[in-house]
DNA sequence: CTGAAAGCGCTTACAG
DNA sequence: CTGAAAGCGCTTACAG
């Protein structure tokens, strides 16, 4: 930086004004400054910047890997959150979900992120007390299960509540009398993960006040695994005319089970997935979808970090007591897409 | 730190040490630091560390997102690249691949990383003369396409070019006489991704030095390109007994299609997948696979980074010409499972 | 085995 | 609109 400042004529402070634009220049000095910086190559050092004004403009995105398990939706969304975070010029530190709480606390108190964006949150997480107290802005990815709960976190997701209403009432319009969902694999529903948990409440809810039967299994990944299920929720209610699959890494093997067993899509069978629009022509029939719009709920996310750290770095020099600011909780609402997996229930 | 080393008695320069582990301390010392640290819950600031020691401890792993295309592979890259960075007290910070040149550019000159893991190389990749003029350390997980050529740059991969011969001679052993390779999306070739190149390659020399007829096609992910791109081959080809998927993403529809044209598996018609070996057992024959050994390829590429990371930082004090740590190239040797899609071909 | 002190490269009140 | 200077919190030669 002093070499940049020398070169344009000028103190370094000022090259740092020009760099931050914290303040105003004159337009000649800042074109001076500015062609020294490219004539040099001059690049500032992020430490250095991160130890004197105490922002590194870094966010920390805590992914859930789990081999097979919903690897679609979840590279969507870290895609859509480093996409958005650069484009506030932000950059993006990978978390895997078993670091934990410690890790939480690791690379905030390290100051190596500005604030957290945690994805995939299990009721009664163990890490929601910690990203309360950690003194810095937390974003979630999905909501805690009590949603309007007192988290005091700032949530932003899909209503799973509605979204798994609205499939139910797609079908029952249609004329559907006895539905089935065909959850996600066992271990997502002992780990607590509020969506799956959600969505069936809603699905549940919803078939109760519609009268019409409903009956929900978890299914793992493998053709064994789908096979089972789908025996099962056959055998247990054989009138079964409509399905919602929730399990998006299922999908294939549901489909081509179906065929076997000489169930059509959609004439014998309607058919709601649970995924994201970009799959929804990979089948033979072209899949009426409840979309989970991983996109706009990375973007969301950010947003939503971005102003929690703009309203904390206000704060931080004025009072000691920052009035945080008002955690807000959004949730899109569901929207589903018909197309050829869905229509009326077979004559009978 | 001052507070710790207040709280300890010592000098701060020896909470430093203590903490850092570079020189001898006393056993006694040492406790009554490490006593401090907790007690104070102290956490070194990383900038500050990152400014004085020119070390940030962080990686910086470039991802290909291609919705739908390789996601289920590329996660596994990601987590095993997470795993190992942080089993070596590295973090990881994301880029995209359409950052760049520039992205490469500049975390690297703001010191914002050690080194680069850089996924999914082009052939004439113009991010290649980049990664050598950085003055960090940089390692490809993916060969350029002279696999022996004069990167100068360290590469890790999977030895795709014997791959694909692996899975003609596994064919051409059990007596198959006209195979078939089901590629990867049109995408994939133009950008000239090198692992589908080198793949191709592979499989076509192994052909013709087995006599065998090969024929190969893009593949794209929907089911109608799917449809499309079995409808050519087998066209062009009627007699086909044997086919390779290198397309992961497509093989639902694959398997499907098959059935749908009354060609069983592997009784009419032998299937080798190129996949991670966790999704072999998702059909309902199981699939001989030809593994892509994500987990083993993300340690090696941490392994490789750290080992130019030790040597950069030791030449560094000394010489101002460290001689850089000769790139090496590791290509892991194929490996095919036989399971239950290959058998002989059908008498004729 | 331990300390005192310089210095890493920025940002940001404080002045004018 | 611009400068001079303190200070952020560590690491690491230099000494003893």
């Known amino acids: 930086m002093v070499d940049v400042a020398k070169a344009a004529g000028v103190a370094p402070s000022t090259v740092s004004y020009v760099i931050t634009g914290k303040r105003s220049i004159s337009a000649e000095t800042r074109r001076q400054v500015e062609r020294s910086v490219r004539d040099l190559g001059y690049h500032p050092h992020a430490g250095a910047r991160a130890l004197s004004s ?7 995105l805590v992914v859930p890997m789990y081999a097979g398990h919903n690897v679609a939706v979840v590279m969507q969304f870290v895609s859509s959150v480093a996409t958005a975070a650069r484009a506030h010029d932000y950059d993006l530190l990978l978390l895997t979900k078993d670091e934990g709480a410690d890790g939480l606390r690791r690379v905030t108190s390290s100051a190596i ?6 994805m995939d949150i ?6 929601i007390p910690v990203l309360r107290s950690l003194d810095r802005p937390a974003v979630l990815i999905g909501a805690p299960d009590q949603v309007t709960g007192p988290t005091g976190l700032t949530c932003v997701d899909l209503d799973f509540v509605a979204a798994g209403a609205c499939c139910v009432n797609h079908l029952a319009d249609l004329g559907h009398r006895a539905l089935a969902l065909v959850g996600h694999a066992p271990a997502v529903y002992q780990r607590g993960s509020s969506y799956a948990g959600r969505f069936l409440r809603g699905f549940t809810e ?7 039967r409903a009956r929900s299994r978890a299914c793992g ?18 009138k079964v005319t409509g399905i919602v699959v929730q399990n998006e890494s299922v999908l294939p093997s549901v489909m081509s089970d179906l065929r076997q067993r000489g169930r059509r899509v959609p004439e014998d069978l309607s058919v709601i997935a649970v ?5 929804a022509e990979n089948y033979a029939v072209a899949l009426t979808t409840m979309a989970i719009p991983a996109t706009e709920l990375g973007e969301l996310a950010v947003e939503m970090t971005i102003r929690q750290l703009d309203h904390f770095n206000q704060a931080k020099p004025r009072a000691k007591m920052k009035a945080p600011l008002a955690p807000e ?3 899109l609402s569901p929207q589903l897409v ?3 997996s869905t229509a009326r229930p077979p004559k009978t």
Chains 1, 2 share one sequence.
């Open 221 to 238: 990944l493998s053709y064994d695994d789908v096979r089972a299920c789908l025996d099962d929720l056959f055998t247990k209610d054989p």
């Open 206 to 212: 919803a078939a109760q006040a519609r009268g019409v």
């Open 113 to 118: 992120v500005d604030a957290v964006i945690v």
């Open 122 to 127: 299990e009721s009664a997480d163990p890490r």
């Open 329 to 331: 909780t959004r949730l």
């Open 275 to 279: 995924c994201p629009e970009s799959m």
């Open 338 to 340: 018909q197309r050829d």
């Open 54 to 60: 105490s922002r590194t403009n870094v966010l920390a």
